[in-house]
């Protein structure tokens, strides 16, 4: 059973950082950040690749950076210069050839 486990999420002021942490029970090759406000659609936000092949939603572009560590089956969202607006919860994917797996979200809260 694939297993997906967020951490990192948490209270901040604008302008202010967080590092949301995923881990994962096994190797795939796309993972990624998507993110989802009470009554919209869940967006995304980066991916990445096992080769480190990265793609960002424009809102994030310049702030967030998504890594991953392949050994460790982890992938990570450094967010920084955050903004109210960035306020969601925010869910780890990870893809297989055949399946789309989540995990159980994480909320991020940015204060004005």
């Known amino acids: 059973q694939v297993q997906l486990v967020e951490s990192g999420g948490g209270l901040v002021q604008a302008g202010g950082s967080l590092r949301l942490s995923c881990a994962a029970s096994?190797?795939?090759?796309?993972m990624g950040w998507y993110r989802q406000a009470p009554g919209k659609q869940r967006e995304l936000v980066a991916v990445?690749?096992?080769?480190?092949?990265?793609t960002y939603a424009d809102s994030v572009k310049g702030r967030f950076t998504i890594s991953r560590d392949n050994a460790k089956n982890m992938v990570y969202l450094q967010m920084n210069s955050l903004k109210p607006e960035d306020t969601d919860v925010y869910y780890c994917?990870?893809?297989?050839?055949?399946?789309?797996?989540w995990g159980q979200g994480t909320q991020v809260t940015v204060s004005s």
């Open positions: 994917r990870a893809s297989s050839m055949t399946k789309n797996y």
């Open positions: 990445i690749t096992i080769g480190g092949r990265t």
């Open positions: 096994g190797s795939f090759n796309v």
